[in-house]
Structure formats: C-alpha cells, structure tokens
C-alpha cells in the first residue's frame, strides 16, 4: 500500500529552466509534507515542506505547491542549476504517529549545462 | 561531530551471521530512526526512539529485526539470521523532538548479504 507516490523516476531539465516535481498521496489524514533531495553516498537533506493547511510555500528557488483535493503536490525549482542533479524524495507526516516520515520513491532530476 | 553518524558505512556478510548498525544522533536531539531504502525503492520506515522508548516499531520486517537505545543517545539495529534480501542501505535520522522536525540524515549503512 503506497501511501505516496512519485511517478517518474527521473526528470531531465536544461539549466536555468524550471524543474518540475510531482507527488501524490493517498491519505487525508497527513499534516505535512517534505521534500528531501539526496546525493549518492550521502544521506537525505531536508529541502522544505508544507502544511497541510497551506497551499503553496517558497524558500528562494524552491516553492511546493499543495492541491489537497487532489492530493497532489508538487515542488518546483527555479532556476535550475547543475548542482540541483540528485535524487527528491516526497515525503509526509501525521502528528499522531511520531514524526515517522512516509516517503515516496523518488526522482532522479538531471540538470544538463 | 555536527550531524548524524552511522557505522560502519559499509558491511557485508553471509546469510545467515548476525549484523549490527551503530548510528549516533545529534546532541540533544531527543527522536531517533531507523529507515531502510532497498534497490530501486524509497525509504522504509523501521522504527522510532523518544529516548529509550520505541512506540511505534510497527516497521520492522521480521522479528529477526530489533532496536535499541541506551541513555537517550546511540542506537543499534540488529539483523539476527540475515537473508539476502535484507541487503539494502540502513538509514538512521535523528531530530529535536517528535513530528514536525526535520529530521536530520546519516550516509547510511550498506549492507550487502552475500
């Protein structure tokens, strides 16, 4: 039972063009959602994330966008850099269940010069 | 160190031996857990500490899989009669306190059951 969702496995954008990730979910019940962006050989990073009370939250080149009814979200990285290549991991929380995360299986983005 | 420490980064073993995952968490840092990413998936929750206590080991795979946690801080996962598809990358976050935190990343343990 897949909770989360990334449906492509990977995304190739020219630099200084917008990358666009996607995520769906099946639970209404999530309080939060997470993006993560990992390196080979390292672990996770924290990107940035959401409520589920929100629709939209910017950090500089990064704005997650979240469409409840549709239970989609989606992550958008403007101007895209080389060093944005690297695996993003959706993920999402409920409050009541200790901050275990609920992780998609990731995109591969690919960031060409 | 600064962030999450795992050890040792790699190991491999025969089926079957027993095998144990360190993973030291940030100072002060109250929740700890455990995930696991195998080939080609996301990660996989295993299992989370609040201090010593684990509420929710409701990820674990198999009772050959247990936890612990000593004096709120280091942890070891440990695969008793290991199978070949417990081969994956052990992952071991650590944040401040439960939900709503980021939960900060070690590299990982890759164990590899020959």
């Known amino acids: 039972d897949q909770q989360v969702k990334q449906n492509s496995p990977s995304l190739s954008v020219q630099e200084g063009r917008i990358s666009i990730l996607n995520c769906d979910y099946t639970n209404s019940m999530f309080d939060y959602f997470l993006w993560y962006k990992k390196y080979p050989a390292e672990g996770p990073t924290f990107l940035i994330s959401i409520s589920s009370i929100k629709d939209k939250n910017e950090d500089g080149r990064f704005t997650v966008f979240l469409n409840k009814s549709a239970k989609h979200l989606s992550l958008h990285i403007v101007p895209s850099q080389p060093g944005d290549s690297a695996v993003y991991f959706c993920?999402?929380?409920?409050?009541?269940?200790?901050?275990?995360?609920?992780f998609g299986q990731g995109t591969e983005l690919s960031v060409k010069p | 160190g600064a962030g999450v420490s795992q050890s040792p980064s790699n190991k491999v073993t025969e089926k079957g031996k027993d095998v144990e995952l360190r993973c030291d968490p940030i100072s002060g840092h109250t929740a700890l857990y455990w995930y696991r990413q195998s080939l080609g998936q996301g990660l996989e929750f295993l299992i989370y500490?609040?201090?010593?206590?684990?509420?929710?080991k409701s990820g674990l795979p198999s009772d050959r899989f247990s936890a612990e946690r000593t004096g709120g801080s280091v942890s070891t996962l440990t695969i008793q009669r290991t199978q070949q598809e417990d081969s994956a990358v052990y992952l071991c976050?650590?944040?401040?306190?439960?939900?709503?935190?980021?939960?900060?990343f070690g590299a990982g343990t890759r164990l590899s059951v020959l």
């Open positions: 993920a999402a929380i409920m409050d009541n269940q200790g901050g275990k995360l609920i």
């Open positions: 500490f609040q201090g010593n206590s684990a509420p929710d």
């Open positions: 976050a650590s944040s401040f306190s439960l939900a709503k935190n980021i939960q900060y």
